[in-house]
């Protein structure tokens, strides 16, 4: 199937397209890498009268080393991400987690803002986004913002932004300090979207006990989300004290709405969700205390 017809515009500026989506209202959406857009315009899932290209917005792309922070444009695509140096060194849990992503011909066209913005619950950077904290920029007519990951993924494909908002730039906190992270997840075939994943960032203070823990959740919900609970019954414990199956138990047994689908049962997924957080503790603690 083809999509159905729609204008084309490719504003020069970030300015630009935020008029232009203000402008042309509900009829209108914004194309990144077309990764998700696309194959939902050709199975006319989604139909707009106007996409709005980002691809000549300069300002979108790109990534910046600012020491307690990278900065990293919307518009930047997964496969530049995956081969940052900057990324590997100061945000190890989003270079480990993009190369999972799809496969490469989809990294190269794939953004991180296109993903995030999409918000798809089974998708590796909103977890990564959220699990690290990150400050998300937007730009609309009215001005820019900034909004915490935490606050950002709304719902089932659902985000905080406002239809003429567009996604300018993804901040990832460094974690500094003596700190492992691990992404795991398990899906059906290399490349498909996980069936459940799960992403560990630990941190330790100078006694060697745990001063900052993150554990982020992904296809195990309407949305990405975090063990919050688990989170704060760890702060101030032995990481090699902690069980990782108690550790796992305790992040997934608060989750209520977890999905069933063709590929598994709510309670296969979190089984399945129970595991990824099992390993990705013991690789995150292992990091943590050995290096
Ligand atoms: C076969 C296949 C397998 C895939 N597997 C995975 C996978 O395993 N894991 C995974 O995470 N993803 C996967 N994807 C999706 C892929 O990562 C997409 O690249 C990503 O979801 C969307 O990025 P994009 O730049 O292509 O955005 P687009 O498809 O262009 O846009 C997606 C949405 O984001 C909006 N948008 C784009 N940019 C902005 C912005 N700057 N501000 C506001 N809104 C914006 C668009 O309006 C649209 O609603 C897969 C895709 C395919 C086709």
Redesign the pocket.
Known sequence: MKPAPFDYHVPADADDAVALLADLGDDA???????????MLALRLAAFDHLVD?RKVDE?RGIDNRGDSVWIG??TT?ATIQRSDDVRSAVPLLARATP????FQ??S???I???I??A?A????PAAALTLDAELEALSPRGRRTIPASEFFTGMWSTD?APD????GINFPVWSGRCGFAVEEF?RRS????IAGAMVAVGLGDDGRIDRCAIGLFGLGPTTCRAAEAEAALIGTDPEAAVADDVAKAAVSPLTSVPADLHGSADYRKRVGAAMVARAWRSAVQEAVHG
């Open positions: 959406k914004a194309i990144a890498g077309g990764q998700s857009l696309v194959p980002l979108l919307a518009g997964q999972l992503i799809g496969h989809i990294r066209r794939g953004t803002g296109g993903s913005a999409h798809d089974s998708a590796e950077l932004l908002e567009l996604l300018t899906a490349g498909d979207f996980a």
